[in-house]
T-cell receptor
Framework: GDSVTQMEGPVTLSEEAFLTINCTYT??????LFWYVQYPGEGLQLLLK?????DKGSNKGFEATYRKETTSFHLEKGSVQVSDSAVYFC?????????????FGTGTRLTIIP | DTEVTQTPKHLVMGMTNKKSLKCEQH?????MYWYKQKAKKPPELMFV???????INESVPSRFSPECPNSSLLNLHLHALQPEDSALYLC???????????FGPGTRLTDT
């Protein structure tokens, strides 16, 4: 079945450090890929997405590139801030008619210290 | 208005054991979703409504009863709750199924 594997957390970084959160996937079809962020006590917010191979999603300084050859969608940010502390979920959706399920990874908790 | 709202924010199971969660969106979206999220886990899909009709039920126990009275509103009625039902219940909506999902802040259901 379809699945998403994220790097184990928690991840703790100093402010202005470089961030990478690894995400790889297994899918039977051609998935769309997403990164969602969940701040403490809140719901999920869509951070960025990519719908086909070699697409790059970007938002708020975060980037991720859809790599079909390595089945990966790693999240990166050049300089993190304390306000980036949250849980990050990688997710995929197979774009088959009638299959609208988002498959999430287990989430990676990120803490940024000043 | 690009918001999905959920009420109440918190709910305690309590003695009455019959609860209702409400979700509302005014973005003209025709697909709405219920997810359950346990602590430190990803959200798990429960139900999908498309054009006010139930299209997906992910084998959810019958004590959870969804309802979609109109295209803007989605309810989740709960009865005979079990301790394992304690979780954050998230509602989401999308333009149609297969489009980006926008999530609400959730209703946290806790055991007594």
């Amino acid at each position: 079945g379809d699945s998403v594997t994220q790097m184990e957390g928690p991840v703790t970084l100093s402010e202005e450090a470089f961030l990478t959160i690894n995400c790889t996937y297994t899918a039977t079809g051609y998935p769309s890929l997403f990164w969602y962020v969940q701040y403490p006590g809140e719901g999920l917010q869509l951070l960025l997405k990519a719908t086909k191979a070699d697409d790059k999603g970007s938002n708020k300084g975060f980037e991720a590139t859809y790599r079909k050859e390595t089945t990966s969608f790693h999240l990166e940010k050049g300089s993190v801030q304390v306000s980036d502390s949250a849980v990050y979920f990688c997710a995929l959706r197979i774009s088959n008619f009638g299959n609208e399920k988002l498959t999430f990874g287990t989430g990676t908790r990120l803490t940024i210290i000043p | 208005d690009t918001e999905v709202t959920q009420t109440p924010k918190h709910l305690v199971m309590g003695m009455t054991n019959k609860k209702s969660l409400k979700c509302e969106q005014h973005m003209g979206h025709r697909a709405m979703y219920w997810y359950k999220q346990k602590a430190k886990k990803p959200p798990e899909l429960m139900f999908v409504y498309s054009y006010e009709k139930l299209s997906i039920n992910e084998s959810v126990p019958s004590r959870f009863s969804p309802e979609c009275p109109n295209s803007s509103l989605l309810n989740l009625h709960l009865h005979a709750l079990q301790p394992e039902d304690s979780a954050l219940y998230l509602c989401a909506s999308s333009q149609q199924t297969g489009y980006e999902q926008y999530f609400g802040p959730g209703t946290r259901l806790t055991d007594t």
